[in-house]
């Protein structure tokens, strides 16, 4: 008895189907609307199903035999049966109720009442024009085929039938470089062209060389697979595999999808692509080196000149031995690891890259001249993935924390402030999820060197010039430390750099009230900030002088100093809008990323925030018109 109580608290309705459209239609149905009589027998089993592609003739007769319409070419017709896909295609609710009941290649006859086909109430296909939609009629039927059926396009203008399944899930898109074998036929079965001999066809994804509607369904199909591409006309497209379209009204592509190649536009305007030469293991891009590693590859440099000249091979100018790095570190250039991130272990690939991805922002090699276009053949051994922390303990994962700390340091100070920020973001805000504090002693050194990571993490973007992002990372310290000076002092320069003075102020005044020692600091910053100020006052004055001393009606030019001290005024000015119209010295950093110094750098504005400007020039009070 108490089980039974259980099993009744345990049980949970499920939730009702939402009632379709044709569900909706079948209600309708009342005895005697459609009657069926067996004309030949099918063969198999089963019967079609929503989601089936169905394939049949129909011929429309009135009661007495006159031919209404028909698929037949013997009854006046084009000869090209029907396709519907059960569930989504749009149906008279005879055919829709009577096909399911058929087998594959039976004939039956459907009689029909006005209701049952184009005279139903709200019926969502159109008559033909002066069909005698008020009469009761006969439809003969003959279920050529049916079968599962994938849907392309969403208004079914393409379809796909699986004859063969395929291997792995990778299917091909742009820019991929595909070969297939390729046959095609009209709705009727004629043959039009047939590619199934000598070499595959060859096309380049995207570069509309097949029909769209064809190259919409191989998008859908895996390495090896075999089916049918249903394409009606508004998808068949000229192409070099087909030129001539006029005249089709659908196009049956036979397809056997036997090998793509994975090219890869990496920065998505055709510099940098990647393109695979030969396939590594496993499956992409779960077995890729997509985090930080310990890489190993061979690779042979070439300059993109007629001679393909060679300026480096591992095998040759390494001693046969493979080059070894670390991700994420900045070791290479940065076109050659992003493509090496996206490899499986054994893949050779061919990396076509542009110079600024490649050495014009890193060591050039002696024989790469600069502005060089480079291609590297890269094959990728294999890579040992960082130490996963599952399982370390606290001092454990502090000393691997503090590991990439010190690596990040290094790429700050030699100007990688990108990679630097990747490297404490990598800790403070995926890593450090994980971590519980166990004693207060604990929990004190991970707050010490979380708040660190911030920092770190602020200084990165504003050496990028990112300031309110610099800012949003010392609110994550001063949440959690409120009176945390260097906090204060590093939000104090982002603000500084924005431009927001009076924040900057409050902050290094706050500075000296929760730490004495770092009066000196705030007392230098406080000097910078105001001699930045007196700067911007200076120049706003000049740029607007005269503004306001003309007469009602007159105009006054502006005034603006380029950064050599030369005055832009009028036409000048059109063409020297680049030059920026504020310029900051640098200044000096309070204990940035944890040991040095560098320059804010950036303070450049075309006009300074409307408020501060005419706060200065004293003008607070007036009003333009």
Known sequence: MASEEDTEQSYVPQKKKSESEDDKRRKKIVPGSLMK???????????PSDGDQIIYHCTVRTLDG??????????????????????????????????????????????????????????????????????DLHFEIELIDFSKAKVVSDDLGVLKKVIDEGQGWESPREPYEVKAWISAKTGDGKLIMSHTEGEPYFFTFGKCEVPKGLEMGIGTMTRKEKAVVYVTNQYLTPSPLLPMIEGYEEVHFEVELVHFIQVRDMLGDGRLIKRRLHDGKGDFPMDCPLHDSLLRV????????????????????????????SSGEGMVPEGFEMCVRLMLPGE????????????????????????????WEIELLGFEMPKDWTGLNFQEIMDEAEKIRVTGNRLFKSGKFELAKAKYEKVVLREFNHVNPQTDEEGKVFLDTRNSLHLNVAA???KMGECRKSIDACNKVLDATPVHAKALYRRGMAYMAAGDFE?????????????KSSEPDATAALAKLKKQEQEVERKARKQFKGLFDKKPGEIAEVQVEDRAGREITGENQKNDLSAPLLERDDSQHFNEADGGQYGMGWFYSLWPPGRRTFSALGLDRCTIL
């Open 460 to 462: 990165c973007f504003l």
């Open 37 to 47: 009589a067996l004309m030949r027998p099918g063969g198999g089993e089963s019967n």
């Open 503 to 515: 924040e900057a102020r409050s902050d290094f005044q706050m500075m000296i009230k929760v730490d």
């Open 298 to 325: 061979h690779y042979k440099g070439m300059l993109l000149n007629e001679e393909k000249t060679v300026f480096y091979d591992t095998r040759v100018d390494n001693q046969g031995e493979p080059l070894e790095f």
């Open 66 to 135: 006159v031919v209404v319409e028909s698929t037949r070419s013997e009854h006046g017709g084009k000869g090209i049966p029907i396709r519907n896909v059960l569930g989504k295609s749009k149906m008279i609710l005879g055919l829709l109720e009577g096909i399911p009941t058929m087998l594959k290649g039976e004939v039956a006859m459907f009689k029909m009442m006005p209701q049952m086909h184009y005279g139903e109430e709200d019926c969502p296909v159109p008559a033909p024009s002066s069909f005698p939609k008020e009469d």
């Open 348 to 375: 050779i690939a061919l990396v076509t890259c542009p110079p600024d991805y490649a050495y014009d922002r890193f060591s050039r090699p002696p024989s790469v001249p600069e502005g060089a276009h480079v291609q």
